[in-house]
């Protein structure tokens, strides 16, 4: 079975991870997508199997105009039917298809997610860029750079830089790092005890309050002098948690968020744009959702995003980037793509970055000009977190 591990490898091992360039399409005409077309439909005729009807949705991630990406869905359409699937409601559908248009230095991705009852495939084509389109125009690219910070055997919900030492934010402890021998060796830890039975995908984020460090778990709130003694006061109670538009309210289940006249969602990242203040949020229905200031929505999106967002600041593009992580199966490798909003609308900034596993938390810094993101590696089951930022160039 093909899954998004396999993807991620093919599109990393075509262009590295510091590659994150785009380019624009000149794509014209329902013959450069046809050959690509065909070939994603007979894999997707033999990912279903006997099933002939799905929910199908397309989605482009790649850097060309909505025309060019309406001939490329029509292509495909077309192309399924001649391999006798036909798109149904929901309510009929035996198999949910989704299709994304990515792209890498060289070529056009075309990742398709087969969803059935049971289990969920992945197959994939690549296209060759036109000439024409090739090392043409090339617009302003960034990158999304890495750095490991930490790794543990223990999950691991957040992670503070803290003078010279490491706070680390575990599910029953919050413990501190000290760097000694190119290692980092623990320090001290506090237990962190709760009544409140704890949901399975387990979220928790530190915050400050001047010199003193906030602990925000589900049902449980915290508050101590990280540099003094270790010690943490903790109460059991739901406090707000801080995000970047204020604070919002965990929802009963433990892990989504909620705010008044917003859906559910799992993450809030805000831009602006022209002085006006914009939301993008992660919803739980799996669509990412763009609102104004008045909370009136803009758009909906699915365009295969993960559950979580984060914003952060540079010397790129818009000076604002939305991180996202990428929607993966979750016995898969991980993903963040760098994005903007221009014209109140989503544009692609960077290739995908690749993770060691799937994605379990992306949280700001303080400073709002990078993010933590905490993978679960997939070989060694350990947790590793990583410091994100933006680079870019002409």
């Not at 990742?111 to 296209?127: G, H, L, P």
């Not at 490798?333 to 609308?345: D, L, P, T």
Request: contains cysteine.
């Amino acid at each position: 079975m093909n899954n998004l591990a396999q993807i991620f490898k093919t599109i990393f091992l075509m262009s590295s991870v510091c590659l994150a360039l785009a380019f624009p399409g000149n794509i014209s005409g329902a013959d450069s997508f046809a050959e690509a077309a065909r070939d994603l439909a007979a894999k997707i005729r033999a990912g279903m199997g006997p099933l002939k009807n799905a929910v199908f949705s397309f989605h482009s991630l790649a850097s060309i105009g909505a025309a060019d990406v309406d001939v490329a869905r029509r292509a495909l359409e077309k192309e399924l039917h001649t391999q006798g699937i036909g798109f149904v409601p929901d309510s009929q559908a035996a198999a949910v298809l989704n299709v994304t248009l990515s792209e890498n230095f060289r070529q056009y991705l075309w990742i398709a997610e087969i969803k059935r009852s049971t289990n969920t495939d992945f197959v994939m084509t690549a296209q060759e860029r036109l000439q024409d389109s090739l090392l043409k125009d090339i617009a302003p690219y960034m990158t999304v750079q890495t750095r490991i910070l930490f790794e543990h055997a223990d999950p691991v919900l957040d992670l503070k830089v803290r003078n010279d030492g490491l706070m680390v934010l575990h599910p029953d402890r919050v413990a501190l790092y000290r760097r000694s021998r190119d290692q980092w060796e623990l320090e001290r830890s506090t237990p962190l005890k709760s009544l409140k039975p704890r949901p399975r995908d387990l979220r928790g984020r530190f915050s400050d309050d001047g010199d003193a460090v906030q602990i925000h778990l589900p049902g449980l709130f915290c508050r101590g002098a990280a540099d003094s003694g270790f010690a943490f006061e903790c109460m059991q109670e739901e406090k707000p948690w801080p995000f970047p538009s204020g604070d919002i309210r965990l929802a009963a289940a433990g892990n989504s968020f909620f705010r008044e006249n917003l859906p559910p969602f799992f993450s809030i990242a805000g831009v602006a744009e022209d002085e006006a203040e914009l939301w993008i949020i992660a919803g739980v229905d799996g669509r990412a959702y763009l609102y104004d200031s008045t909370n009136a929505q803009i758009d909906a999106m699915d365009d295969g995003w993960g559950s979580e967002i984060a914003a952060i600041e540079s010397e790129c593009g818009t000076k604002r980037q939305i991180l996202v992580s990428l929607r993966t199966d979750p016995l898969a490798r991980g993903a963040i793509q760098a994005f903007e909003i221009v014209n109140r609308s989503v544009v692609v900034k960077s290739s995908p970055v690749e993770f060691p596993g799937p994605i379990t938390a992306l949280w700001p810094v303080a400073e709002q000009d990078a993010a933590i993101a905490i993978s679960r590696d997939l070989k060694t089951g350990h947790y590793a977190a990583f410091y994100l930022s933006i680079s870019c160039s002409r």
